[in-house]
């Protein structure tokens, strides 16, 4: 009963609740420009994709419900992605051109990566949340993966890396709650440690604000703070970020 009566108050506040365990409502529909299409597809189960990326990098992702108690929620995500044609179509010279060309020495196979994780939402005061996660992932290929297979970018590197490596440790702590009227925050970052790698660590920090302008609309702005270990060494990247989210 508080658990059901904690979630109600949460989802009429409109709470960025997708990095913490709580899921959408059953019917409950959510998108965003830099954002993944979230469906309530039961109470106990949710579906995500990015419909913009997935024309490049087909993904899919469900979060379900585990045990839970009245002070913690608890849910597990599972995430699969195929970036074999976002591969294919930066491999070339010139503009665009982001990996090694085709060569008959350098060809990309089929690729699928799962990303499995457990998440823990907690209850901090009055509707501020603190969720912890830990995962792992990994890539199974259809051929031999050449080692300068990756994006040497933000974001990229640290999620392709894993391709020539055994499998990549996640964990993460993530904080959201309202601040004044209708705005509210959402900050969090992961660790990750790739084994098998010479390039093993990486973190990754969001910090955002939003501002729920209208009852199932919001505002988000904010940073993304990346650090990576690269081939050619250590790089730290700060990236600004806008987005604009819907509900329904």
């Known amino acids: 009963m508080l658990i059901s009566l904690s979630f109600s108050i949460l989802l009429s506040m409109k709470l960025p609740l997708d990095r913490t365990a709580i899921l959408l409502e059953k019917g409950q529909k959510e998108i965003g420009i830099c954002h993944p299409y979230r469906l309530g597809r039961t109470d106990d189960i949710e579906f995500s994709m990015h419909p913009i990326l997935g024309f490049i990098i087909p993904n899919f992702k469900m979060k379900g419900k585990l045990m839970s108690s009245e002070k913690s929620t608890n849910a597990y995500s599972l995430k699969l992605t195929y970036p074999t ?40 005061k009055e509707n501020h949340l603190f969720t912890m996660s830990a995962g792992m992932a990994f890539a199974v290929s259809l051929g031999e993966i050449d080692s300068r297979m990756t994006i040497d970018l ?18 993460g702590l993530y904080f959201t709650g309202p601040l004044w009227k209708n705005l509210g925050y959402d900050s969090g970052g992961e660790l990750r440690y790739t084994i098998g790698s010479d390039q093993q660590i990486s ?19 904010g940073y993304d703070l990346y650090f990576a270990e690269y081939p050619f060494g250590n790089q730290w990247d700060l990236i600004p970020m806008f987005d604009l989210r819907y509900s329904w």
């Open 203 to 221: 973190f990754e920090y969001g910090d955002y604000l939003f501002w729920q302008f209208k009852p199932n609309m919001k505002i988000m702005v």
């Open 154 to 171: 933000p974001y990229f590197f640290s999620r392709m890396n894993m391709y020539n490596s055994d499998f990549t440790l996640m964990t």
């Open 85 to 124: 044609p976002l591969l294919k179509l930066v491999q070339k010279e010139g503009i665009g051109g982001l990996i090694t060309p085709n060569t008959d020495e350098v060809s990309i196979p089929h690729i699928i990566v799962s990303d499995l994780r457990i998440l823990s939402t907690r209850w901090i």
